[in-house]
């Protein structure tokens, strides 16, 4: 009898994610049936799309509360027809606040539920650790840390590693990138990652642009790159980019190659100034030093600290580069100390300090194997025991 499963994920990095286990499942059942919320990487893995992931994608918590209404009426239907469906097993891919607490409904209804991506409760609201013990059947996360967590709070666990440390090749080719992407090969190089949501554009790009600046007046030769997600990304920046204009800079926004244009860049670049977020972790494996920054406009500070419960992290990083090797392997200039003349600073030890650089591409090579393992079948075969059990 085949494998019936049911599956949210609610933005792309998910719907990536959750292709790959989609993968894994059908090697091991070729007569798989999976059906869900999500994307355009899980319908070419054969999920029947029953709403698609753009009705769950909100940035952050104003948005959240505009769209209130859309999402609980989603959440009920969606809700009522995997009672209807009764698959085998749930599986929810990230998005925490929608998936925990359709997975708690469906468990209490007989439904073994498995949860993609453990919330990062290690930094911030660790209470949740209450809601995740009744609503996940098994907890899979990506990074070797969470086992003890999850395991010491009675939660089953498997770390599968992170999808990501298999996609990014563990010997970048630099000189390759600047090929592809038109740069001279032997000039130095700064990417420029300034976030893919407006918000965080608006926040930081006129810092990350005048400290461009700064450092520009600092070698003239300085080169800047900067990948954007889409046109309206573009424009935004351009715009800004209008006011903050800075020589020798260019941006990209479509393929050169068959990965994203950001890794392009990222392989590309000497060393990168970049939003705090995933963005952190693929630079990292693609073992480039970096300086992470972030910028909280007051309003979303506040409501931040009021639904946490708290007036910051639990830990002292904030980067997931600094969080996985348990140290400041690079620096983190948040809020008020995101000044250009700080971003400046930091990022000219970037891109000349030999011995800082050296020392920061091995603890990257060392976190690049650490994190690499077959996710895919990792993943699908935690999925099957949970169905099976």
């Given amino acids: ?62 948005d959240a509360l505009k769209n209130l209404p859309r999402l609980i009426q989603t959440h009920l239907r969606f809700r009522a027809s995997v009672l209807k469906l009764r698959p085998n097993v749930f599986v929810g891919v990230d998005a925490p606040d929608f998936n925990l607490r359709l997975e708690q409904h469906l468990r209490k209804r007989g439904i073994p539920t498995v949860h993609f991506v453990g919330p990062s409760i290690w930094a911030w609201r660790y209470e949740r650790i209450h809601k995740i013990r009744a609503a996940v059947s098994h907890m899979l996360v990506l990074f070797p840390f969470e086992e003890d967590i999850y395991r010491k709070e009675g939660v089953p666990v498997t770390y599968v590693g992170h999808p990501l440390a298999s996609q990014i090749p563990q010997s970048p080719d630099k000189r390759q990138a600047r090929m592809r992407l038109g740069l001279d090969p032997d000039g130095r190089v700064l990417a420029i990652l300034p976030g893919s949501r407006t918000s965080e554009i608006a926040q930081l790009a006129p810092r990350f642009l005048q400290a461009a600046s700064l450092l520009q007046k600092e070698d003239p030769t300085l080169r800047f790159v900067v990948p954007l997600v889409n046109e309206a990304r573009q424009a935004q920046f351009n715009a800004i980019l209008a006011s903050y204009p800075v020589d020798g800079l260019q941006c990209f926004i479509k393929r050169v190659s068959d990965q994203p244009i950001a890794w392009d860049i990222m392989e590309a670049c000497d060393a990168a100034l970049v939003a705090s977020g995933t963005a952190t972790l693929e630079t990292a494996l693609f073992q480039r030093p970096m300086v992470i920054s972030y910028v909280l406009t007051p309003l979303m500070r506040r409501l931040m600290e009021w639904k946490a419960g ?7 990083w ?36 030999t011995s800082y650089i050296e020392q920061t591409e091995a603890k990257f090579r060392q976190l690049h194997r650490e994190l690499n393992r077959d996710t895919a079948s990792l993943a699908a075969e935690a999925i099957l025991a949970t169905a099976n059990a």
Avoid: H, W
């Fill in 318 to 353: 904030v980067g997931l580069p600094n969080v996985l090797l348990r140290e400041f392997a690079v620096p983190e200039l948040l809020q008020e100390a995101a000044t250009p003349a700080n971003l400046a600073k930091a990022c000219i030890r970037a891109l000349t300090d």
């Fill in 1 to 62: 009898m085949s494998l019936l499963l049911s599956m949210v994920a609610g933005e792309p990095s998910g719907d990536l994610l959750a292709s790959r286990i989609i993968q894994g499942l059908r090697s091991r059942d070729p007569q798989l049936r999976v059906s869900g919320i999500g994307g355009p990487e899980m319908q070419q893995q054969g999920m029947q799309l029953l709403y698609p992931m753009d009705d769950l994608s909100v940035f952050g918590y104003v």
């Fill in 310 to 316: 708290q007036d910051g992290p639990s830990l002292p």
